[in-house]
Every structure is written in C-alpha cells, then in structure tokens.
C-alpha cells in the first residue's frame, strides 16, 4: 500500500488540476473558476458567509454608481487586478505566484476586465 501511495497521490493532483488544463483554451472561463476559488469567498454575492469584501465595497462606494460586487463593475483595469491581486490592500491578502499563477492571474484579468473596454 506504501509503495502505491505516490501513484495515488500523483492521480488525484492531475485530477485536480485537469479542469484547470482544459479550462486554459477559455481565457475568460478559467478567470472565473480563478475567481470562484480564491477570491469569491469574499468577493461574492453577499449572503453573509463571506470575508466582508462585497459588503465593504458596499460600504465604500455607497451612494455611487460603483457597484460592490467585483464581478458586476466595468471600470477594473488590468493594474488593479494585478496590484492588489499580488500586494493586497487593508484586509485584503496579497496572493503568491504559488496561489495564483501568472498565467491565472492573466486568465483573472481577462474575467474581471471584460466588460471595461480596456
């Protein structure tokens, strides 16, 4: 069973990275599953089980037009994605080449960008 446990380990680690393989085709659908794994959690859809970045975006920008969600806003560039994906900001964490690929990141920008005009 010892002898097999590196095959076995090895098996589940490409099952788990084969959708993010194929997603790699579809900019746009990996920066989503991108999105959904790492930033989601606090940049959802405020159901109050979240880290508290929608609400306190919410919070920021209200009486604006700027929306809370991230997935909903059309003036995200390229630079802020990147900045405070890699440095962070307040209680927001930075994430490491080692989270989010820069290939990742790219396919994060490409989702979060798409309706900018950039």
Known sequence: MLRQLPAMI???????????????DDSEGLG????????????GLPNGASGGGTETLAALYRGTEIPAQLEDRSDLTEELVVTLTRDGRNTMPNFRKTEISDSELAALVAYLVRDSGE
Do not use: S, T
Not at 10 to 24: I, K, S
Not at 32 to 43: A, E, L, T
């Open 32 to 43: 989503k599953q991108v999105f959904d794994v790492w930033c989601g959690i606090c940049h």
């Open 10 to 24: 090895a098996g589940v680690v490409l099952a788990m990275a084969a959708p993010l393989a194929m997603a790699q």
